[in-house]
């Protein structure tokens, strides 16, 4: 059954894409080429609502539903995927354990400040040691009196240069593996806490990447998001959901890339007539559009079984894993369209065949959704 997207998704698309067109696309090939996070979107992306997608209203939110998310996060992404990853760390990532494991008390604090753009979050569970070993993490955080004090380096966080809401996952309680991981919520200036230097990266490249170091830093222990014990239960939700935020930012890239292909093929002649007129040509924009339309099933799919709030980590680990893997199909084929000059900072699809590599590698490996996707069948 196809998938059939209501007046207001339509509308959703239709308004983040005209702002998307407007105000980012100007600027995203400037903070590749310069590394630098579009910190001045930040009040915009607030102004359109796109930085409390998955807040509710009372909170000052938008509180859309799912696939109306992931369709803001393909329309962003289908221009930049910086800002894509931006809104989606975000939201997925910090906004929504705020919203499902806080007590009434930390939603009032941090999650109007979190909708309304005075704070950006971030979401701190990769360590040197710990990457899809997730269970491996070695950050502790020790009770002491009302506070918990934090020791340990985090790796690889995005928005980590500008966060003021870091959702972090640490050691709390002697019980061995996952079973002794706890969630907090640490604010950018509190004593003992230092963002270090961002990644100069392959792609996303205005995204900041960064580690975290915590040393004897001392939270409150109302910072604590559920309950001690409950940290990789709470982080794998984060990460179900986020996975599906992913998928729609690779779908978006892919969605660039191919628009940016056809109207390549159009407009270049070669041997007296437009690429675009060459079957070789064609059967590529062939596969690229059946290799998008199949991801966008997945990824409508999984956000919609998350609104009806049904088990969605298999749907959601399928639709990242196929929509990874082909935004870094259908931007290698947007270049081989271009030709020579897909090759250089002439044309967007350089930048894209860049971002799109890394929907492969975070929030879980295609490697891991294999591994997620599989022990459905074999168990
Ligand atoms: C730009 C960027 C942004 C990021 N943002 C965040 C963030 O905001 N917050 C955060 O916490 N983390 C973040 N990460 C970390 C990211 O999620 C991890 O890099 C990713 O999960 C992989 O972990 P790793 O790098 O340690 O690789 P490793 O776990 O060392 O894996 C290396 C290779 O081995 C494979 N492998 C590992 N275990 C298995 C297995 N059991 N079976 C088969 N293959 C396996 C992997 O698939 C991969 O190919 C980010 C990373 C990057 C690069």
Known sequence: MPFQLTDDQLLTRDSVREFAEAEIAPIAAEIDKNHRPPLESIPKLAEMGLLGMIIPEEYGGTGMDTVSYVIAIEELSRVCATHGVLAEAHSSLCTWPIVNYGNAEQKQKYLPDLANGNAIGAFGLTEPNAGSDAGSTSTTAVRDGDEFVLNGQKIFITNGGFAKTFVIIARSTDAP???????????????????????????????STTP???SDCRIPAANLLGNQGEGFKIAMQILDGGRTGIAA???GIAQGAFEAACKYAKERVQFGKPLAALQAIQWMIADMAVDIEAGRALVYQAADTEDRHEP???????????????????TGKAIQIHGGVGYTEAYPVER?????????????????QRLVISRNYLR
């Open 177 to 207: 593996g996952a079973k002794g991981l706890s969630a907090f919520i640490v604010e950018r200036d509190t004593a003992g806490f230092q963002v270090l230097e961002p990644e100069q990266k392959m792609g996303i490249r205005g995204s």
């Open 212 to 214: 975290l170091a915590f």
């Open 249 to 251: 930012q690779a779908l």
């Open 312 to 330: 969605h980590s298999q749907a959601s680990a399928m639709a990242k894993l196929f929509c990874g893997e082909m935004a870094t199909r259908v």
């Open 352 to 368: 894209m065949y860049r971002d799109a590599k890394i929907t492969e590698i975070y929030e879980g490996t295609s490697e891991i």
